[in-house]
C-alpha cells in the first residue's frame, strides 16, 4: 500500500510476547517509522525508500540509531522495489554498500526467486553481499529445513549472522525450537564434549 496498514496487529504483537519485533513493508516517512518505535517496535524495516529516497534513510539512522534495518529483495542481482512490482537497475551489492556508509544497523537480504519456494538460499549471492558489507547480514527467501540454516553457519565469518524462517514453520517443515537448538545461542556444535575424566586417564 506504500504505508502502514496494520498497526493494530503490530502493537497487539508487541504487547503479548517478550522478545524484539522487527517491522517491514510500507514504511516511507520519518512519521510511520517513529510511530512503529514508539508502540515497542525494536528495529524498522526500510525497502523502497533505500533505492528512491537514500537520504532519508541517512537521516533515519542518525535519529534512531541501531533501530534501522534495510531489507534488499534481489531479482537477478538487482533491487526489486513497492512490492517487488519493480526492478530498478541499482545493484544489492551497491545498494548494501551505501546503506552501510549510513549506519544501518543490519541488510536483510531476500533472493526474490527463493522466497516461498523450500528451494535454499542463494548462499553464493549472500557470500558476495556479506563480504561487500561490514556490517551484520541477515538471510531471507527459500529456508526449508533445519538443513539449510546449518548451512549457513559456513558464512557466519563473513558476517551472516541470521535467517528469517517463514513458510518451512507453517508447513512443519522446519521447528523453531529445533532451529534454534541447532544454530542459535549455545547451539550443539559450540557445545564442548564431556568426556568425563575416565576418557581423559
Not at 55 to 76: H, K, M
Not at 152 to 179: C, D, F, H, M, Q
Request: aromatic share 4%.
Amino acid at each position: 500500500m506504500g504505508h502502514p496498514v496494520n498497526q493494530t496487529a503490530i502493537e497487539a504483537i508487541v504487547r503479548a510476547v517478550d522478545v524484539p519485533v522487527q517491522v517491514g513493508g510500507g514504511l516511507r516517512d520519518r512519521a510511520s517509522v517513529a510511530h512503529l518505535l514508539d508502540l515497542g517496535v525494536q528495529r524498522v524495516i526500510l525497502g523502497t525508500i533505500a533505492v528512491e529516497q537514500p537520504t532519508l534513510v541517512a537521516e533515519l539512522c542518525q535519529a534512531f540509531p541501531d533501530q534501522i534495518v534495510v531489507g534488499i529483495d534481489a531479482r537477478n542481482g538487482k533491487v526489486a522495489t513497492r512490492g517487488w512490482l519493480e526492478t530498478s537497475e541499482v545493484e544489492a551489492v551497491a545498494l548494501a554498500q551505501q546503506m552501510t556508509q549510513f549506519g544501518v544497523a543490519a541488510i536483510i537480504y531476500t533472493d526474490i526467486h527463493r522466497d516461498g519456494t523450500l528451494q535454499g538460499p542463494n548462499r553464493s549471492a549472500l557470500r558476495e553481499l556479506a563480504e561487500a558489507v561490514t556490517i551484520p547480514v541477515i538471510a531471507s527467501g527459500g529456508m526449508s529445513s533445519i538443513t539449510d540454516l546449518l548451512s549457513l553457519l559456513s558464512l557466519e565469518p563473513v558476517g551472516v549472522t541470521g535467517a528469517i524462517v517463514g513458510r518451512a514453520l507453517y508447513t512443519g517443515n522446519i521447528s523453531l525450537k529445533e532451529a534454534i537448538r541447532a544454530v542459535g545461542n549455545g547451539r550443539w556444535q559450540d557445545v564442548p564434549p564431556d568426556f568425563g575424566s575416565s576418557a581423559l586417564a
